[in-house]
């Protein structure tokens, strides 16, 4: 079957500068979704002239009109009506990203049974109100805009989805006869129905078809749709959903435990039985399996290895390999480096543009000084080697094998295998030394008084 997304709105009631159809849910746009449902179907999106590019850019499988001034849903839907080749075509409006194929698919059946010339999907709502109501008037159809609609209309709770089945050459034939007479001066799609008898209508579900026209209406959909992502995890616990974003592409293996406010984002892929903690904060990273991502962690396109524990309060930087069983600990940033199996750098450190070998220790405080003010530089840092607080690595910079850095030390220079660096001013005590200056300072101050 052949479809039509009308894009082309001016999405006046977002009170943006962006159209409604780019927002994103769970890391996708919402016309997305839509698309998404007509997978399969040759699919026509109408579009304004300043999304054209962006829309055939997002999806090349579709082909994309240009509907020139924004007149209504029927003068859209016109700027599509020459490329319909098939017998018959749905609409769909292109912000209810919450549509069903299976939906789509019950009206073509019932269209198609009774060779109809238009299916009109509606839903019944407690609350209806900025929605076409269908008015049943001596076996004719109408749909009733709300800004149109008198007060007994306006009760109606039976409305129009904003999906259509019709025959292509009755809805060609149709948009002709359409005028603007109406409260909002526009064309109005919806119109066209009064052209038929053959016409009926089907009931779906009122979740499948809630429109975005506010930020409220989006807040709303992007509740539904978050709770439907997270659903699909059937082998994966999730403490609190509420608080919980999981992104439309984040694949978790079984026995995941997912805590309160925890972000998913963008291509995520979380391996078997990981603990992702609460606040935490996952980007477009790969994660094996057995992980703990502790408290209020950062991640950003990164991949851990399994067994492998961060946090709490860890930053990894894109480009960051942690190998496995490697501990990165509180307030540690990592960026751009590998730390391979076994290492360890626990507390208040960074590590920028370096690569650690197996078991290395980093202690407290050590710091890749990686920047010169023009480029960054690298430090390479071997096997088991020990390194002690408060270290600065100078960089570009290696450490082989084996070597121990003592506490404080700023290292500079080579370092060869099996060596104890030490770059600390010798220590020198004075006995006594405070005990005489306080008397000195006090007898000074009796004197001024
Ligand atoms: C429309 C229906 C209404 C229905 C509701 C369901 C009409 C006249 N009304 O109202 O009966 O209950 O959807 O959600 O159709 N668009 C264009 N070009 C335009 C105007 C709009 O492409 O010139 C696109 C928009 O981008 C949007 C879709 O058409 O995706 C619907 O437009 P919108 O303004 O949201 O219509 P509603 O007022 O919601
Ligand atoms: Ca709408």
């Known amino acids: 079957m052949e479809a039509v997304i009308l894009a082309a709105g001016k999405s006046t009631r977002m009170k943006s500068d962006t159209s409604k159809i780019f927002y994103k849910i769970a890391g996708k746009e919402v016309i997305f979704y839509i698309v998404n449902a007509l997978d399969g179907y040759k699919t026509h999106i109408v579009t304004n002239k300043k999304n054209h590019e962006t829309i055939k850019k997002i999806f090349p499988n579709c082909q994309a009109h240009i509907q020139e001034l924004q007149k209504g849903t029927g003068d859209a839907l016109k700027s599509a009506l020459p490329f319909i080749n098939e017998k018959s075509f749905v609409v769909v409006n292109g912000d209810t990203p919450l549509i069903k194929r299976a939906d789509i698919e019950a009206a073509k059946v019932l269209f198609d049974s009774k060779d109809l010339d238009c299916v009109v999907l509606t839903a019944t709502l407690d609350e209806p109100y900025g929605y076409g109501r269908i008015v049943r008037k001596n076996n004719k159809l109408e749909i009733v805009e709300e800004k149109d609609a008198d007060e007994e209309i306006k009760k109606i709770k039976e409305i129009n989805s904003g999906i259509y089945i019709f025959k292509t050459v009755f809805a060609k034939k149709a948009i ?14 919806t119109d066209i129905i009064k052209y038929t008898d053959k016409i009926e209508t089907i009931e779906v579900d009122k979740e499948n078809i809630l429109g975005i026209n506010t930020r409220k209406d989006l807040t709303k959909v992007r509740k539904i749709l978050q709770q439907k992502i997270i659903d699909r995890f059937e082998n994966v616990t999730f403490i609190d959903p509420d608080t919980t974003y999981i992104n439309y592409d984040v694949e978790i293996g079984k026995d995941c435990i997912i805590f309160p406010n925890v972000s998913l984002r963008d291509k995520t892929k979380i391996g078997k039985n990981c603990i992702i903690d609460t606040g935490s904060v996952i980007e477009n990273s790969i994660i094996k399996d057995n992980v703990h991502i502790k408290p209020y962690s950062v991640i950003e396109e990164s991949c851990i290895d399994s067994n492998a524990q961060i946090g709490p309060f860890a930053h990894l930087r894109p480009f960051s390999e942690i190998g496995q069983e490697v501990k990165i600990g509180n307030f540690v940033e990592v960026k751009k480096s590998v730390l391979k199996k076994g290492t360890k750098a626990s507390h208040l450190t960074y590590i920028g543009d370096a690569e650690l070998g197996e078991d290395v220790n980093v202690g407290c405080g050590t710091i890749t000084c990686n920047y010169d003010g023009y480029k960054k530089n690298k430090t390479i840092i071997g096997d088991r080697v020990f390194i002690g607080s408060d270290v600065q690595l100078v960089a570009p910079v290696e450490i082989e094998h084996d070597s121990l850095i003592a506490a404080g030390t700023t290292v500079t ?10 770059s600390r001013v010798p220590q020198v005590n004075k006995p006594g030394w405070v005990k005489r200056y306080r008397e000195k300072m006090e007898a000074l101050s009796k004197k001024e008084k």
């Open 176 to 189: 002709l006869n359409i005028i603007n007479s109406n409260k909002s001066g526009e064309y109005y799609l």
């Open 413 to 422: 220079q080579h370092v060869e295998p099996y060596s104890l660096v030490l």
